[in-house]
């Protein structure tokens, strides 16, 4: 079995991916994709001046002197939001709509109920430009909206909507399916094997955590399947996998456990090759290729099974897979460390840590030092630092890689 680095393992999974192909699509549909080509504005908005606020526009000449005496403006007529810009005359008011453009003529809106009064008293001076968004406040045409590059969220689709941008050219999110294997899980598939019921069922938590990171960094989970120690039923499941799926993950099974089926299967059906990485905790991965015969390989990642483990190769390198495959950048935060703590010699460490602010810099220091990592652990901490195998000592003041749960 070959021994790698971490970083080695990361750049050969990566080699092996390509961005997915853009897709035009309706914004109803992009939302999560990364834009491939800017948004821009095709003309002003808006294309005319409108009201910030339901209340009356005026000409603020009207208004002078109402500090000292009230001024009474009788209202001349009512606008609309979508209603054509209408004419003011001098010495009136118009009752005007939130979004409604505004009469030509007037240069401020007053915000007041807008009842059914035929006049209006205003007791102070009005200044030019109150309540009012010019022609192109909000985008002028040829601008950017969006940049390319950027992971659409509600926000960016609304603000292109208002902009009569309908469509985006955007690399959709990665979908992924997760095979988690071992005969003991509660939410495995059926067997035909009665031996392989369990007598104490456990639940899948890897493929929950696992599901939730590959979420959180843009990946479309489209299944999680657990299935037993069962080579017909891995099989089965890697080869639908592969019909549904741009990234193919298997959690478990990767040791020289005689019990263990999930090598022998990946190594037959998608010729995957087994490396120890030397990546702490969890060393045994491997990659490999399913679904050629249609003519669309799909890369597959096998990783070990324990959720602390599958925490750790997230971190290390299946969060980079996904982020590949979304065209979208693979940096790490750097982050100074809070405290100091020992990584292991010769191996990459992955260390659940939280985050700290102080003065407003945010450092980090580690959940736990001194023992193996659990579960609560993973459950206290805001993300997790990468540390480099040539590190075997983190110093306070050290900058670290992180990766945050958020």
Not at 132 to 146: M, R
Not at 169 to 194: C, D, F, K, M, Y
Not at 241 to 259: M, Y
Not at 351 to 373: C, I, L, N
């Amino acid at each position: 079995m070959t021994s790698r680095s971490l970083l080695e393992h990361r750049q050969d999974v990566v080699a092996r991916l390509n961005t997915l192909t853009p897709l035009d699509l309706p914004l109803a549909d992009a939302i999560g994709g990364v834009l491939a080509r800017d948004a821009i504005a095709p003309r002003d908005v808006p294309a005319v001046a409108i009201a910030q606020w339901d209340g009356y526009a005026v000409r603020a000449q009207d208004t002078a002197h109402a500090n000292s005496q009230a001024v009474t403006l009788p209202v001349s007529h009512d606008v609309a939001p979508g209603a054509a810009p209408t004419r003011l005359a001098p010495g009136a008011a118009a009752r005007v709509a939130r979004g409604s453009a505004v009469p030509l003529g007037a240069d401020a809106v007053v915000a007041r109920p807008t009842d059914a009064a035929t006049a209006v008293v205003l007791d102070a001076e009005v200044p030019p430009g109150q309540g009012i968004d010019p022609a192109g406040s909000y985008a002028h045409a040829g601008e950017i909206i969006v940049a390319a590059g950027t992971r659409l969220t509600p926000g960016h689709v609304s603000a292109m909507l208002a902009c009569s941008v309908g469509a985006a050219l955007v690399t959709p999110a990665p979908r992924v399916v997760i095979v988690t294997v071992g005969s003991e899980l509660v939410q495995r598939a059926t067997t035909s094997h009665p031996s392989l019921t369990p007598d104490q069922p456990v639940p899948d938590a890897s493929g929950a955590l696992l599901a939730a990171l590959v979420t959180g960094v843009g990946g479309r989970v489209v299944r999680v399947v657990a299935v037993p120690d069962e080579a017909g039923a891995l099989r089965q499941a890697v080869d639908d996998a592969a019909l549904q799926a741009d990234l193919v993950v298997t959690v478990g099974g990767t040791s020289d456990d005689w019990r263990d089926v999930v090598m022998p299967v990946l190594t037959g059906a998608c010729g995957a090759v087994r490396y120890q990485v030397r990546l702490s905790p969890g060393d045994m991965h491997a990659i490999g290729q399913v679904g050629d015969r249609d003519g669309r390989p799909v890369v597959l990642l096998a990783i070990p099974g324990h959720p602390v483990d599958v925490a750790a190769a997230f971190a290390g390198y299946v969060r980079d897979a996904i982020l590949t495959l979304r065209g979208a950048d693979t940096a790490r935060e750097s982050v100074p460390a809070a405290t100091g703590w020992h990584t292991p010699y010769g191996y990459a460490h992955v260390v659940p840590v939280v985050r700290s602010a102080h003065a407003g810099h945010v450092s980090v220091e580690p959940v736990v030092t001194g023992r193996e990592v659990t579960l609560r652990d993973l459950a206290r901490a805001d993300g997790l630092a990468v540390v480099d195998e040539s590190v075997t000592q983190v110093t306070a003041g050290d900058q670290v890689d992180v990766v945050w749960w958020s």
